[in-house]
């Protein structure tokens, strides 16, 4: 009687091979190969009862691999079936939301005095009010203000590729 390990040993290769020609994956096919060991030494008793080990191991794998197959078309299935129930106002909707979250997280991350500035300008404040409210001069506000356009520049130039792409 084999052990465990002298089956992987010797059955391995040829297994990995099977299950590549329904799974088209050397990682996939791995994976099989594994998951079924690993079941066979869960239930390492019921290995001494099977006669031809040789036959039960390739049916293993081919049920094993069928059972992937039929799990990935589902998957795939359904995949495609929520795609296509999206429509351009939904997409729309999340590229906008999730371009206003990210500019928010990005305004969050300025120095308090340049988002002050910032988040003031962006309420309608003019230059002199935002002076008035947060005890600067106007050129300081202006300074905060060119220095938060530089710094957003920066952290927000791959949303134009969300955008675009």
Request: overall charge negative; proline content about 2%; charged content about 35%.
């Amino acid at each position: 009687m084999s052990s465990l390990q002298d089956l992987f040993m010797e059955y391995y290769p040829a297994l990995k091979s099977f299950a590549i020609r329904y799974v088209n994956s050397a990682e996939i096919a791995e994976d099989i190969i594994q998951d079924i060991f690993l079941r066979l030494w869960e239930k390492s008793e019921t290995l001494e009862d099977i006669e031809e080990k040789s036959a039960y191991l390739y049916q293993m794998v081919r049920f094993k691999a069928i059972d992937y197959l039929r799990n990935k078309k589902f998957r795939e299935e359904n995949f495609e079936k929520y795609v296509a129930e999206l429509n351009s106002d939904d997409e729309d909707a999340y590229l906008e939301e999730e371009i206003y979250r990210r500019m928010m997280k990005a305004v969050d991350t300025l120095p308090p005095g340049v988002h002050a500035v910032l988040t003031l300008t962006l309420e309608g404040c003019p230059a002199k009010e935002v002076a008035e409210k947060l005890n600067i001069s106007v050129e300081t506000v202006k300074k905060q203000k060119q220095i938060a356009r530089k710094m957003l520049r920066d952290k927000l130039l791959y949303l134009l590729l969300l955008i675009v792409g």
